[in-house]
Each structure stands twice: as structure tokens, then as C-alpha cells.
């Protein structure tokens, strides 16, 4: 089944504890995305990768860091998580080209304390 | 700088078509609709595109206009599982920018 698997679901965490969220998908996909949901502000795109060690920043791309060592693999890296980071994340993966559709991970819930 | 402009919310009775607008009338002649949906706070799901003729598929059915200026996503006959949020996205590259969307509500 093609899918896009994040993890963990949720979490809680301290301010300032290193964390990593990771992100799979097994269908090839050459696109990788993050996005982080708040109510309100709604789906923000916080850095993408075209392809294995290509990565750029999105829009709110301030406190994360991201890796693509591999295709399928896409982390998300907090090194030093703050409050304002309490969020809902969505890692999604497409093919390249502007007619093909993203698929989205289960979502992981993030709380900084 | 949003490129659609869609209803906040609408409310539909079950078994009956759900018809959501969506405004683009600054979309340029290689960009596409895209339609995806969010139910309650899972990921967005896919639902159809478009770039100048209808579509139809086993979600949805997708009309755009002749000017390209505006379209209208169709749910033949909504049931309470289309209760969602429903995205109208004109997409010039690989990223998706995600408006305010439509709140769906199918009531039975």
C-alpha cells in the first residue's frame, strides 16, 4: 500500500531537548515536504527536498532542520524545540512535475513545554 | 497573497451533491486546480485536478470554467464521511499552498 508513514504521533517533549521526527514513504517519490499546522494559520510549508541531499527552506523554516540522505527518508530535526514549536506536523511526498498528487503522512502532534 | 478564494463554510444534507466554489481569477495558463481534503486533523487526502477540462473521477467530479477564472468541485452525493475541510489549490510548481479551505458539513 503507498503510503507515508510518520512517527511518532504524538509527543511531548522540554524545551530544549533535541528531537526528530521521521518521516517514510515507499512509493519513489523524488519530493519531500514538511508542514506544520496551527489553528488559524493553517498548513505552512517549513523546508522540501527536490531529491537525496537536495533540501530548501519553505516558509516558516526558523528552529527545524531536515536530511535527506536517503530518497525514501525525510527527518524533521528540532535541535533546540521551543513552546511557539507546538504544532501538528505533516510530512508529504510526491513525484516531480506539476501534474502528479501529494500524499500525506498521519500527522504527528508535538507539544513543547 | 492567497491565489483562490473559497467559501469559509456550507452545509449539505446527506445523499445530496455538495457543489463547492473556488475563485482563481488570477491563475495562469500552466498552473492547475488542485482539490485535496482534511478530515478532522489527518493528513490532507488527495481528491482531483484539473487544468482546463472537467474531470471526473471516483471522488469528485471538477468543473472549471471556460476562462479558467473559477471552478466548482463536485460531491455527487455527499455522505457524513465528507465532513471536511475542503482546499482549492492553484499549484505552479511542486509546492502546495494551503488556504483557509471550506468547511463541509453533511448533515443527515
Known amino acids: 500500500e503507498a503510503q507515508v508513514t510518520q512517527n511518532p504521533r504524538y509527543l511531548i517533549t522540554v524545551t530544549g531537548k533535541k528531537l526528530t521526527v521521521t518521516c517514510s514513504q515507499n512509493?519513489?517519490?523524488?519530493?519531500m515536504s514538511w508542514y506544520r499546522q496551527d489553528p488559524g494559520l493553517g498548513l505552512r510549508q517549513i523546508y522540501y527536498s527536490m531529491n537525496v541531499e537536495v533540501t530548501d527552506k519553505g516558509d516558516v523554516p526558523e528552529g527545524y532542520k531536515v536530511s535527506r540522505k536517503e530518497k525514501r527518508n525525510f527527518p524533521l530535526i528540532l535541535e533546540s524545540p521551543s513552546p511557539n514549536q507546538t504544532s501538528l506536523y505533516f510530512c508529504?511526498?510526491?513525484?516531480?512535475?506539476?501534474?502528479?498528487?501529494?500524499?500525506f503522512g498521519q500527522g504527528t502532534r508535538l507539544t513543547v513545554v | 497573497d492567497a491565489k483562490t478564494t473559497q467559501p469559509p463554510s456550507m452545509d449539505c444534507a446527506e445523499g445530496r451533491a455538495a457543489n463547492l466554489p473556488c475563485n482563481h481569477s488570477t491563475i495562469s495558463g500552466n498552473e492547475y486546480v488542485y482539490w485535496y481534503r482534511q478530515i478532522h486533523s489527518q493528513g490532507p487526502q488527495y481528491i482531483i485536478h484539473g487544468l482546463k477540462n472537467n474531470e471526473t473521477n471516483e471522488m469528485a467530479s471538477l468543473i472549471i470554467t471556460e476562462d479558467r477564472k473559477s471552478s466548482t468541485l463536485i460531491l455527487p452525493h455527499a455522505t457524513l464521511r465528507d465532513t471536511a475541510v475542503y482546499y482549492c489549490i492553484v499549484r505552479d510548481d511542486y509546492k502546495l499552498s494551503f488556504g483557509a479551505g471550506t468547511t463541509v458539513t453533511v448533515r443527515a
Open positions: 512509493m519513489n517519490h523524488e519530493y
Open positions: 508529504a511526498s510526491s513525484l516531480l512535475g506539476t501534474e502528479t498528487k501529494a500524499f
